[in-house]
């Protein structure tokens, strides 16, 4: 008997730490996905340099933040397809990351860039998991949409979508747990990343409200004091100032400090009504070009926007307003501009993914279906993405 509480006791002081499978989960997929595409990529080429397959994802944009990380901001308009642009339009913090990663490895910026996007996806897609509430089916659809699905590119190579979305998730889950300043400056770096960041200033504002009823306080009481939460009136202070101080460094550098905003004209980009530009981008494949046999990028664009819009309203109907209000006007921001890059501006949007991701994963029957679905687009979009088509851009 001595000898049987002895060996339970040794049993007791075993290490028994585990990593849980939320974790787990998106680095499994990640090196999947990387494997899966590289195959594709050889198979379709026959080239085996990993760096070449880097350099094939590396289209549009990704160029841009290359460069960036390389060279830093242009003095004058010169680049890109018409020689009108540059790239002050493309905000600093994700170079910065890049450009840091070379300095201290010595990997090349594209290697760097690449590298760093993988794990902020994985990043991204791990801190996401309280947002989904225990729903590990949801959570596992998200996960294999960012790293297997149809638009996985953007999550491999020199984009900005990876952190975004991961400080969208990290803002959006510190706001859950009420800690109001350290969200506001994952508001700042969001608003270093793209001008959609300054959303999460409303964010902060309609979660720090909705915690407050939660808690049973009434609507007259928060706005009554809202002057006295300092914590809250520091945290709205915070969001603009990575925005703030890349227009200031604009302003030095070029004499505008809204460069970011009139360098976009290159790109036939200047505000409008944005369901203009939506009907506009909806209509002109049937009433234009009477197309009625294939879906244009004007009509997929267009098709983007809606369901980012439409997702914005489920959230608003769950009363995830923050989400909501955050999401809507994500997609309502760059459609005032025009509808081109929608999808890509769409699937930036965090709460959009985890919303979709909660809705298309109630049912078995679909979620497994989804999976191979996502996965057999992912392989064919591949020399979509590499011919550098405008489908996806």
């Known amino acids: 008997m001595d000898e049987t509480i002895g060996l339970q006791r040794t049993a007791a002081r075993r290490w028994t730490w585990r990593i849980p499978g939320y974790v787990l989960l998106p680095f499994y997929l990640m090196l999947i996905g990387v494997g899966l595409r590289y195959a594709v990529y050889v198979r379709t080429t026959n080239h085996w340099g990993f760096t070449e397959y880097l350099r094939a994802l590396c289209v549009y944009d990704c160029n841009a933040y290359e460069r960036l990380a390389l060279n830093g901001y242009e003095g004058r308009p010169s680049g890109f397809d018409k020689g009108d642009a ?25 290697m760097a860039g690449s590298i ?59 706001i859950r747990q009420r800690d109001y300043v350290t969200a506001g400056l994952t508001g700042a770096l969001m608003s270093a990343t793209r001008s959609t960041g300054l959303l999460f200033v409303a964010a902060i504002l309609i979660g720090a409200f909705q ?36 227009a200031i460094y604009l302003y030095f550098h070029s004499g505008d400090a809204l460069a970011f905003v009139h360098i976009q004209r290159a790109w036939g980009r200047a505000f409008a009504d944005p369901f203009a530009n939506l009907w ?22 267009g098709m983007a926007a809606i369901a980012g819009m439409a997702l914005s309203a489920v959230m608003a109907w769950k009363g995830k307003w923050d989400w909501a209000i955050f999401s809507l006007f994500g997609v309502l921001l760059p459609l005032s501009t ?3 890059s929608m999808i890509r501006f769409v699937v930036g949007i965090a709460p959009v993914l985890i919303v979709g991701s909660v809705l298309l994963s109630r049912w078995k029957w679909l979620f497994y279906l989804l999976l191979p679905v996502l996965l057999i687009t992912d392989v064919l979009l591949l020399p979509v993405w590499t011919g550098r088509t405008y489908y996806l851009m």
């Open 338 to 340: 025009n509808t081109y």
């Open 211 to 246: 915690n407050h009823l939660r808690d049973g306080g009434s609507p007259g009481q928060f706005f009554k004091t809202l002057w006295k939460r300092t914590d809250l009136l520091l945290a709205v202070a915070l969001v603009p100032v990575g925005l703030s101080l890349f």
């Open 116 to 174: 760093l996007t993988a794990l902020l996806t994985c990043w991204a897609a791990v801190i996401s998991w309280p947002l989904f509430e225990g729903k590990f089916r949801a959570y596992f659809l998200f996960c294999f949409f960012l790293f297997l699905g149809p638009t996985s590119y953007y999550f491999s190579t020199l984009y900005t979508e990876a952190l975004f979305i991961l400080l969208t998730v990290a803002g959006f889950v510190l």
């Open 280 to 301: 506009q981008a909806l209509s002109v494949q049937f009433v234009t070009y009477h197309n009625t046999t294939s879906i244009s990028t004007d009509l997929a664009f």
């Open 86 to 110: 540059n790239n002050w339009a493309f905000f600093p913090l994700y170079s910065i990351l890049v450009w840091a990663i070379n300095r201290i490895t010595g990997l090349s910026m594209l």
